[in-house]
């Protein structure tokens, strides 16, 4: 019998997050960002419900191929860019658009001869100094990018560092640098990710790129995907596979980080760091047994964790427990983990099933955790 451990994945609350987005930026064209396997929601799965986006989102080529092999044959644009002369071939058999951020790969292109669409993105470096043109650079550049065969248009991109804090001084420079190479470079322009497309409606421009909103998930510390008017696309579960008794004084798990502080009963469900379930998750963690609120209890192993079921005394083995998505905020996890929810999404390994929809017994807004 196969372990009855899902990642359920949605199709309909990605398309109401890609309408959501819509109507944050109505006057922009959505570029959705499905880098990382759809930001570990599986691409095959997310894909039909992007088909209304104007264009994907990749940092690889590898990704770019899974959607073509998937008949999808909306605008693909490569975050990165190519830097090797014979990736420029793939690109073009591909037709995917290529975004620039390095002299070096200008010079590829000069001797390739030729762009693989008519459209090309430069990026420029606002401030964040990770990828990107340096703005006294940024004119010539775009000049050679002009001149060679096949270009239509030269759009600008960049990307901010503080997105999330619109007040950091930062986020003011880049936009001012951003606004200032726009003007003299001209063409279409994008800018912001998911926490810029929330937090600053003056800098959507023509183009937005949705990344974590797409998959219901916030990218502001503090506040979940819920709360802005999201849905998870995202649900992982497992199930109880045993249910004991623990006595008081007792402890539970490796290192014996949890001891009992009265009788109590114990579940113990199929999911762990093996999965993917943060080993440092603390205790007091939540997590929904059936439609109940309970919380971890000692230190998550490979395979398992252990749950206190004071709160759920009706449990029975074979009952589903979610860990994040329907009922637990994904946000929240992340929170007590350490980390954020990018990680969590993208970190779930090869041994979990994926299955498209919502899973039978979640309910809507339902026994949500705080």
């Known amino acids: 019998m196969a372990r009855n451990t899902i990642a359920y994945i949605d199709p309909a609350a990605v398309a109401h ?39 994907l989102a990749v940092a690889t080529l590898e990704e770019a191929r899974a959607i073509r092999r998937l008949g999808n044959g909306l605008p693909v644009v490569l975050l990165e860019g190519v830097s090797r002369f014979g990736d420029l071939a793939v690109a073009d058999d591909l037709n995917v658009e290529l975004v620039v951020h390095h002299e070096s790969q200008l010079d590829v292109l000069e001797r390739y001869g030729r762009i693989p669409t008519g459209r090309i993105w430069l990026k420029v470096d606002t401030g964040m100094h990770r990828l990107g043109i340096a703005p006294e650079n940024a004119a010539p550049v775009h000049r050679r990018l002009q001149n060679m065969k096949g270009v239509e248009q030269v759009s600008l991109v960049s990307h901010l560092a503080c997105a999330e804090a619109p007040t950091h001084p930062l986020t003011r420079r880049q936009l001012d640098v951003f606004e200032r190479l726009s003007q003299t470079l001209g063409g279409q322009r994008c800018l912001v990710n998911s926490a810029g497309l929330i937090n600053m409606p003056q800098a959507h421009f023509e183009w937005v790129r949705a990344g974590l909103v797409l998959y219901g998930i916030s990218p502001l510390s503090g506040q979940a995907g819920r709360d802005i008017g999201l849905r998870p696309a995202m649900t992982l579960t497992a199930e109880l596979i045993a ?105 779930i390994t090869r041994r979990i099933r994926f299955k498209s929809g919502a899973p039978a017994f979640a309910t809507a807004g339902g026994a949500a955790l705080e």
């Open 17 to 55: 997050n890609l309408d959501w987005v819509r109507n944050r930026a109505p006057d922009s064209r959505v570029m959705a960002v499905v880098k990382a396997d759809a930001y570990g929601h599986r691409i095959d799965l997310c894909l039909p419900a992007l088909k209304q986006a104007d264009m």
């Open 243 to 347: 249910i004991n008794t623990v006595k008081a004084g007792e402890s539970i798990g490796y290192g014996a980080r949890f001891v009992a502080d009265r009788n109590m009963k114990v579940g113990v469900a199929s999911i762990g760091y093996g999965d993917g379930y943060p080993r440092h998750m603390p205790d007091g963690a939540p997590v929904q047994v059936g439609n109940r609120c309970c919380r971890l209890a000692g230190r998550v192993s490979m395979d398992m964790i252990t749950i206190d079921l004071s709160h759920c005394p009706d449990a029975r083995i074979g009952d589903p427990v979610v860990v994040w998505g329907s009922g637990v905020p994904i946000e929240k996890a992340a929170a007590l983990a350490g980390t954020i929810p990018y990680e969590l999404s993208c970190r």
